[in-house]
C-alpha cells in the first residue's frame, strides 16, 4: 500500500549545469536512494531487454517525449508492448516510465531525469525540481567534464595496453611452454618406439634360430604391444641450443652427432645440402635434420695411448698417437684405393698403439665394405672386426680391433 508520508524528488537540468551533481549531495544529506542511470540496468531486469538497447535510446526517447509534450501531445502512456515495436523508442520508454512508477510506489528517493516528472505526474507529495545555470558555467563545466573524461580514457588505454603486454607475454611464455612438453613427449615417443624396434628386431632373429612355439612368440608380441602404449610423462626438458655456431663444412659423413630437438644420438650419413640439412641415422631412424638443430659429440678416445713419451736424453717426445685419428673415411673411393690407405692407416696405428680403429666405408651397394672386410680377414695384426652399433655408425661403419 501506498505510503502517504513517502518523499519522491524528480530533478530535471539544463545539460551542464551539474544537477547530477547536486542530486547526488541531496541523496546523500536525506538519505534517500539516487536513480540515474541505474534505472537502465533496473528496465532491463525488468524488461528481459539487452541493457545497450536502454542507453541508445535513452536520450533519443526523452527528447522525443519532450516534443511530443511541446506540440501538446499526450504519449502513449500503456501498457508496454511484446510484439514487433518490442524496442521501439516508445516501447522502451514505457517500460522504463513503470520501473518509475514502481520505485516511487515503494520507497522514499531522488530520481534524475528520464522524464520522472512527466511519469509521476500527479502524485501527491511529489517534488519537482529544475536546476540550471547561465551559458558561461555550462560551457566551462562541460569543457572541464570533457577533459576529464578524455583522461580517463587515456588512462583506460594506457591500461589496456599494459594488460594487453601482460597477456602476450603470458601467451608467449605457454607457448614455450608447450612447445618444449611437446618436444619432449615426441621425444619420449620417439625413443621408445626405437627401443620397442629393437627389441623386436631382435627377437625375431632369435625366434628365428630357435625352436620357440607359437604361444611363446604370441605372448612376446602382447608384451611389445603394451609396451607400446604406454605413454611416458614428459620430463619437462627446455629446448637446447648448439654450444657453438657450426658451419656446413663442420659436418664429415660417419660423424657423431646430437639432435638436440630430439635428445638423440646418431651419425651423419649425408652431406649438408644447400638447405643445410643433413641425414642422420639414429638407429632405425633416419631423418633430414637442419645443422642448427645438430651439436658435434666430441669424442674421447679412450684408447688412445700416452701422448707423450720421455726420451734417453730427457727430452719430451711427442708420440705417433697425436697425429693419428682413431678414425679414418673411405667414402668415395674404390676397393683398390681404400685397401692400399686402409693399410697404411692400420701401419700408423699399430706404431701408435692404439687398440681399437673406426673404418667408414658407408652402405651402398656393400662392395666396398666386402672388400674392406676381406683384407682385414687376412691381416695378422687385426684381432677382430665388426660392423658398427646403433650410435656408432651401424652398417656403414667397421669398427677394427688390433692385436
Given at each position: 500500500?501506498k505510503?502517504e508520508n513517502?518523499l519522491?524528488i ?6 551542464g549545469?551539474g ?5 547526488t549531495e541531496?541523496?546523500q544529506?536525506?538519505g ?8 537502465l ?8 531487454i539487452?541493457e545497450?538497447y536502454y ?5 533519443r526517447?526523452?527528447n ?8 501538446s501531445l ?10 514487433s515495436?518490442?524496442i521501439s523508442?516508445?516501447?522502451l520508454f514505457?517500460f522504463q516510465?513503470?520501473?518509475?512508477r514502481k ?6 528517493c531522488i530520481?534524475?531525469g528520464?522524464c520522472?516528472?512527466y511519469v509521476?505526474e ?24 570533457e577533459?576529464e ?5 587515456k588512462?583506460?588505454?594506457?591500461d ?5 603486454k ?17 618436444r619432449?613427449k ?5 625413443r621408445?618406439?626405437?627401443e ?8 625375431f632373429h632369435?625366434?628365428g ?13 602382447e ?13 619437462g626438458?627446455k629446448?637446447?641450443k ?6 656446413p ?6 660423424e657423431?652427432?646430437k639432435?638436440?630437438?630430439?635428445n638423440?644420438?646418431?651419425t651423419?650419413?649425408?652431406l ?16 633430414q ?7 658435434i659429440?666430441?669424442e674421447v678416445?679412450?684408447y688412445?695411448p ?9 727430452k719430451?717426445?711427442m ?6 685419428s682413431?678414425?679414418i673415411?673411405?667414402?668415395?673411393k674404390t ?10 692407416y ?12 673406426r673404418?667408414?666405408h658407408?652402405k ?8 674392406i ?6 691381416q695378422?695384426h687385426?684381432?677382430s672386426y ?12 667397421t669398427?677394427?680391433e688390433l692385436?
Amino acid at each position: 500500500m501506498k505510503d502517504e508520508n513517502k518523499l519522491v524528488i524528480t530533478i530535471g537540468r539544463q545539460f551542464g549545469s551539474g544537477g547530477c551533481e547536486v542530486g547526488t549531495e541531496l541523496a546523500q544529506e536525506l538519505g534517500l536512494d539516487f536513480y540515474d542511470k541505474n534505472i537502465l540496468r533496473m528496465n532491463s531486469d525488468e524488461s528481459g531487454i539487452k541493457e545497450s538497447y536502454y542507453y541508445m535510446a535513452d536520450e533519443r526517447a526523452g527528447n522525443k517525449l519532450l516534443y511530443k509534450i511541446v506540440k501538446s501531445l499526450t504519449p502513449d502512456m500503456g501498457e508496454p508492448s511484446f510484439g514487433s515495436d518490442l524496442i521501439s523508442a516508445d516501447n522502451l520508454f514505457r517500460f522504463q516510465s513503470e520501473v518509475i512508477r514502481k520505485l516511487a510506489a515503494e520507497e522514499d528517493c531522488i530520481i534524475m531525469g528520464r522524464c520522472a516528472d512527466y511519469v509521476l505526474e500527479g502524485m501527491e507529495g511529489l517534488v519537482r525540481v529544475f536546476i540550471y545555470a547561465d551559458m558561461d558555467f555550462r560551457e566551462k563545466r562541460t569543457i572541464e567534464k570533457e577533459r576529464e573524461e578524455i583522461a580517463a580514457y587515456k588512462k583506460e588505454i594506457e591500461d589496456l595496453k599494459s594488460q594487453a603486454k601482460q597477456k602476450q607475454e603470458k601467451i608467449e611464455e605457454q607457448r614455450e611452454r608447450i612447445l618444449a612438453e611437446a618436444r619432449e613427449k615426441a621425444n619420449t615417443i620417439l625413443r621408445d618406439a626405437k627401443e620397442v624396434a629393437d627389441e623386436t628386431i631382435k627377437n625375431f632373429h632369435k625366434f628365428g634360430k630357435q625352436n620357440i612355439s607359437a604361444a611363446e612368440m604370441e605372448k612376446e608380441r602382447e608384451r611389445l604391444r603394451k609396451k607400446m602404449k604406454e605413454n611416458a610423462a614428459p620430463s619437462g626438458l627446455k629446448s637446447q641450443k648448439p654450444k657453438k655456431a657450426y658451419k656446413p663444412s663442420d659436418f664429415k659423413l660417419g660423424e657423431s652427432v646430437k639432435v638436440l630437438s630430439m635428445n638423440l644420438t646418431g651419425t651423419i650419413s649425408s652431406l649438408p645440402d644447400s638447405r643445410g640439412n643433413v641425414t642422420v641415422q639414429m638407429g632405425i631412424l633416419r631423418s633430414q635434420v637442419p645443422i642448427s638443430d645438430l651439436e658435434i659429440i666430441e669424442e674421447v678416445n679412450p684408447y688412445a695411448p700416452k701422448s707423450f713419451k720421455r726420451t734417453s736424453k730427457g727430452k719430451l717426445k711427442m708420440s705417433k698417437s697425436l697425429s693419428v685419428s682413431p678414425e679414418i673415411n673411405l667414402l668415395g673411393k674404390t676397393v683398390d684405393e681404400a685397401v692400399a690407405e686402409l693399410d697404411k692407416y692400420l701401419d700408423d696405428a699399430l706404431l701408435s698403439h692404439l687398440s681399437t680403429v673406426r673404418v667408414v666405408h658407408g652402405k651402398g651397394t656393400g662392395a666396398l665394405r666386402k672388400g674392406i672386410h676381406e683384407f682385414l680377414r687376412r691381416q695378422k695384426h687385426v684381432k677382430s672386426y665388426r660392423l658398427g652399433e646403433f650410435g656408432e655408425g651401424d652398417a656403414g661403419v667397421t669398427i677394427v680391433e688390433l692385436k
